[in-house]
């Protein structure tokens, strides 16, 4: 491997454009520029192409097309999906967990801030939640409940058929955040009202998502204006965009088996050999995780150390979620799970990319027992004390 | 010119990017594909692209970076502008006008619908607001002006100056959506407290904007999550998109004066040889106006047969915003302007770009007359009937 040949393996923080995503969108920001509300061939053009991009995501999630909300990206679908839902009323109780991404577990703050009832579910030793506690904690003025898919610092995979059966069961419309999940798990969308999902996760560019709306589900607006998306989301449509996402969920649920299947050889391998290492531990289900995320935590030693430290050998990883790396409190998911402090500062997540390959898996494995006794050997705590 | 050639008259509801705009953003789909909150140097070149365009914006602008709110276009911008503001409390008292765009005005009554009071300005002829009239309007608990700097339908250019100058003396805040006018004429920074800007009606990417926020201005967010953008908007960054913008405003700036100057010979030979035509008017102010809009109104006609005509002949214009265009009511801003039902049907906004040539102006004019006289035939009602 060339000196200068980066290892990428933050691929739950950004994912590089896949070439075929980017050709496809390129046409977009050149002759085929029109707004996809102007009546002249130019904006019947867009239309055309935000139309089939649209029908693209629907066939393979086997929704209609007219369920489908283009958004600015995931926050917003959450955001969506969360307020949008509350705010049709002045009060009212809705259900999350306490390992939630941002983007929910903070519109959840903001909403409790406001007078919401919100009750946040706790998760077992894996970061599990579960479908009796779900069950146990809806009531008469329950609005929604929202649970994520997979989790994006620990890949930790739901029981979200049993929780959506509950929701259906009681009438309460039922929300998951699949940013990590999508074309990555089948997801079981009979028992779905609303998904959220981003495009840069998955190969697409930065910007642009959905939130999957069933028909009859009942929202009010974020974001007034020209009403597009009938009226559910105004915004002149990210042509561009749009039709990146739709590239990038084809080749996502066209290319599934296989990427996954090599990312899952990828996942076990590291598990095998990062838990050789002395005082080390994984975090997450063992089994029931995404496919493409491994989180590991390394006793007496800050995460970021290691971050920078892995950095100066051209490897790029993460300690959780990237949208709170400023943040130095430990990960609210790793507490969650009940992580020891001492650990939790440690954490380091792996996640791999349909361009990884074992090279970078290799060359993570090989630089890692270096900077961990490094960063060890500079700690004032001890391993094991 | 070829037959193929299409003629491109629709730049106030876009534009196409221009080829630097989209140079600069190619890398970032690519190579460069790090999302900015990551802590590895993917993520710090990714955070030092978005930091380099936020300052450009904010030196054009005569601005401190930290007062731009990148956003993922004007709706969302306008929407925080008078969302953010408005949420802070449970009730309380706006002032907006007549004519703003629908990414105001939906917003505006969203918050009339849920108990906020909503004074809308009335406009004269000309579609110009009074700044006497906005002294008048203000209350003691008047949480927000928001009067947009030129309008988007008939071009007309507020007194911005005046009006923000009176809520400065009464101290309160001042919005003004500045899409159309942004790097198309001066903008009085001084006295704006919030302003909102789009890229893609400025040769720049569509899903990206800004709202300009003055230090010290409260908001809440309409994006909650992973707190990016000193906590006002959640979203992972759209780096390209940003990047783009970035661009974009540095092309407008530098190239205004020559630009809006061929653009203003353009509006004036059209408004000499379109009024020409019999019963014909043009909409908005004849000189107080945005130089790349000129919107005019002819009578017997539907507005749309005439944009459908129009694009057999291969020319793109509009009737008005496109944002509406699936609406069949007249245009909002027409009927502010009192004008008349008959004609406010039949409205053309032509609107030009940097890439507009004169090539473009005489094809309209060559095909406007044929057009007209052909829609006149057919047309039940009779011309001066």
Same mark, same amino acid.
């Given at each position: 491997?060339?000196?200068?040949?980066?290892?990428?393996?933050?691929?739950?923080?950004?994912?590089?454009?896949?070439?075929?995503?980017?050709?496809?969108?390129?046409?977009?920001?050149?002759?085929?520029?029109?707004?996809?509300?102007?009546?002249?061939?130019?904006?019947?053009?867009?239309?055309?192409?935000?139309?089939?991009?649209?029908?693209?995501?629907?066939?393979?999630?086997?929704?209609?097309?007219?369920?489908?909300?283009?958004?600015?990206?995931?926050?917003?679908?959450?955001?969506?999906?969360?307020?949008?839902?509350?705010?049709?009323?002045?009060?009212?109780?809705?259900?999350?967990?306490?390992?939630?991404?941002?983007?929910?577990?903070?519109?959840?703050?903001?909403?409790?801030?406001?007078?919401?009832?919100?009750?946040?579910?706790?998760?077992?030793?894996?970061?599990?939640?579960?479908?009796?506690?779900?069950?146990?904690?809806?009531?008469?003025?329950?609005?929604?409940?929202?649970?994520?898919?997979?989790?994006?610092?620990?890949?930790?995979?739901?029981?979200?058929?049993?929780?959506?059966?509950?929701?259906?069961?009681?009438?309460?419309?039922?929300?998951?955040?699949?940013?990590?999940?999508?074309?990555?798990?089948?997801?079981?969308?009979?028992?779905?009202?609303?998904?959220?999902?981003?495009?840069?996760?998955?190969?697409?560019?930065?910007?642009?998502?959905?939130?999957?709306?069933?028909?009859?589900?009942?929202?009010?607006?974020?974001?007034?204006?020209?009403?597009?998306?009938?009226?559910?989301?105004?915004?002149? #449509?990210?042509?561009?965009?749009? &039709?990146? @996402? !739709? %590239?990038?969920?084809?080749? +996502?649920?066209?290319?599934?088996?296989?990427? $996954?299947?090599?990312?899952?050889?990828?996942?076990?391998?590291?598990?095998?050999?990062?838990?050789?290492?002395?005082?080390?531990?994984?975090?997450?289900?063992?089994?029931?995780?995404?496919?493409?995320?491994?989180?590991?935590?390394?006793?007496?030693?800050?995460?970021?150390?290691?971050?920078?430290?892995?950095?100066?050998?051209?490897?790029?990883?993460?300690?959780?979620?990237?949208?709170?790396?400023?943040?130095? #409190?430990?990960?609210?998911?790793? &507490?969650? @799970? !009940? %992580?020891?402090?001492?650990? +939790?500062?440690?954490?380091?997540?792996?996640? $791999?990319?349909?361009?990884?390959?074992?090279?970078?898996?290799?060359?993570?494995?090989?630089?890692?027992?270096?900077?961990?006794?490094?960063?060890?050997?500079?700690?004032?705590?001890?391993?094991?004390?």
């Amino acid at each position: 491997m060339a000196m200068n040949k980066n290892v990428y393996l933050d691929n739950s923080a950004t994912t590089p454009v896949a070439p075929e995503v980017l050709e496809a969108m390129i046409p977009f920001f050149q002759s085929r520029y029109g707004n996809a509300s102007s009546l002249h061939s130019e904006g019947r053009d867009a239309r055309r192409a935000v139309e089939e991009s649209r029908a693209l995501i629907a066939e393979h999630l086997k929704v209609h097309p007219s369920e489908i909300v283009f958004t600015s990206g995931a926050t917003e679908a959450d955001n969506l999906a969360l307020l949008g839902t509350a705010l049709r009323s002045t009060g009212g109780h809705l259900i999350t967990s306490r390992i939630e991404h941002d983007a929910v577990r903070h519109s959840a703050d903001w909403l409790a801030s406001r007078g919401y009832d919100v009750t946040l579910l706790e998760v077992d030793e894996f970061g599990r939640v579960s479908a009796d506690d779900v069950r146990e904690a809806i009531r008469p003025d329950t609005m929604l409940v929202s649970v994520m898919a997979g989790n994006n610092e620990v890949g930790t995979i739901q029981p979200i058929r049993a929780i959506g059966e509950i929701c259906r069961e009681r009438s309460v419309p039922f929300h998951t955040d699949a940013v990590q999940a999508y074309g990555k798990i089948e997801l079981p969308m009979d028992v779905i009202d609303m998904l959220s999902v981003s495009a840069h996760k998955l190969h697409g560019p930065k910007g642009v998502g959905f939130l999957y709306v069933r028909k009859g589900t009942k929202l009010t607006p974020l974001l007034h204006g020209g009403g597009h998306e009938h009226g559910r989301r105004s915004g002149t #449509e990210n042509v561009p965009g749009i &039709v990146g @996402l !739709g %590239v990038a969920t084809q080749i +996502a649920f066209e290319e599934r088996d296989r990427v $996954t299947q090599r990312m899952e050889g990828f996942r076990e391998y590291l598990i095998q050999e990062v838990l050789k290492l002395p005082a080390t531990r994984l975090n997450g289900h063992p089994t029931e995780s995404l496919p493409h995320i491994a989180n590991f935590s390394f006793e007496a030693i800050e995460g970021e150390s290691l971050i920078m430290k892995l950095d100066e050998h051209h490897i790029a990883t993460s300690t959780g979620s990237a949208c709170s790396s400023p943040n130095l #409190e430990p990960s609210h998911v790793l &507490v969650a @799970l !009940g %992580v020891p402090l001492s650990m +939790a500062h440690g954490s380091l997540r792996v996640s $791999t990319g349909r361009q990884t390959m074992q090279d970078d898996i290799d060359a993570l494995l090989k630089a890692l027992p270096i900077v961990v006794q490094e960063l060890r050997d500079m700690s004032p705590f001890k391993v094991g004390g």
